[in-house]
């Protein structure tokens, strides 16, 4: 099994640009989770689904960020615009309602 | 909401010592799932070691096992023969007793292994 697939592992981008991040979870997997880890506030859970819906959302820092899972095997984080505090490594993991399993993050730097 | 300590930023072990990481949590629920992961410094969160709270009999996954006192609401971990590979960040996660599929992870304690 590959595994939790992220893409891109490095991202820099510019202040005021839209930014994505992709996430292909484990194949059969039903929950679909994204992180953000900084130094400064550790491992915070942005949103996460079940089934392809948000089931809690609430971790999502403000109306810039969204997120989507338009099917079992694919999510997507946007951020529109991009600012520099957003700059931190971006998780997804996946899980069958037990024990998550992580991708390898992404690192996003905002300048 | 549900809270998780780990009252130990920093820990060092000298190498084939054994050191036990400490965490503490909150919960209401009486049967849910515990976890340690470990962050190397490559950034991939792997998963240790994992305790279901119904279970009596602590974890062990060689090296490392778990002090699981449910009453006390507490889940040490403890490496045995410690190897210069487990320095890492460490990190207690229960699951979120009001979020199923959800976990909970702590601040992480910061491993350093002394060859």
């Known amino acids: 099994d590959a595994g939790v697939i992220q893409s891109p592992r490095h991202e820099v981008t510019e202040m005021g640009q839209e930014v994505t991040l992709r996430c292909k979870p484990i194949?059969?997997?039903?929950?679909l989770f994204w992180y953000r880890q900084t130094m400064m506030r550790g491992l915070e859970l942005l949103i996460y689904f079940n089934n392809n819906v948000p089931i809690d959302d609430s971790g999502m820092p403000e109306d810039r960020f969204s997120a989507k899972m338009p099917n079992a095997s694919f999510s997507t984080l946007k951020i529109q615009p991009s600012e520099p505090r957003d700059s931190a490594v971006y998780f997804c993991?996946?899980?069958?309602?037990?024990?998550?399993?992580f991708g390898p993050g992404t690192r996003l730097t905002v300048l | 909401a549900q809270t998780v300590t780990q009252s130990q930023p920093e820990m060092s072990v000298q190498e084939a010592e054994t050191v036990t990481l400490s965490c503490t949590y909150d919960t209401s629920e009486s049967d849910y799932y515990l976890f340690w992961y470990k962050q190397p410094p490559s950034r991939q969160m792997i998963l240790v070691i994992r305790?279901?709270?119904?279970?009596?009999q602590n974890a062990t996954e060689n090296r490392f096992s778990v002090n699981f006192q449910k009453a006390a609401k507490s889940f040490s971990l403890k490496i045995s023969d410690s190897q210069l590979g487990d320095a890492a960040m460490y990190f207690c996660?229960?699951?979120?007793?009001?979020?199923?599929?959800?976990?909970?992870f702590g601040k992480g304690t910061k491993l350093s292994v002394k060859p």
């Open positions: 996660a229960p699951e979120d007793g009001g979020s199923q599929g959800n976990l909970i």
């Open positions: 305790q279901e709270a119904y279970k009596q």
């Open positions: 993991a996946s899980s069958l309602g037990i024990e998550q399993f």
């Open positions: 194949s059969g997997h039903d929950y």
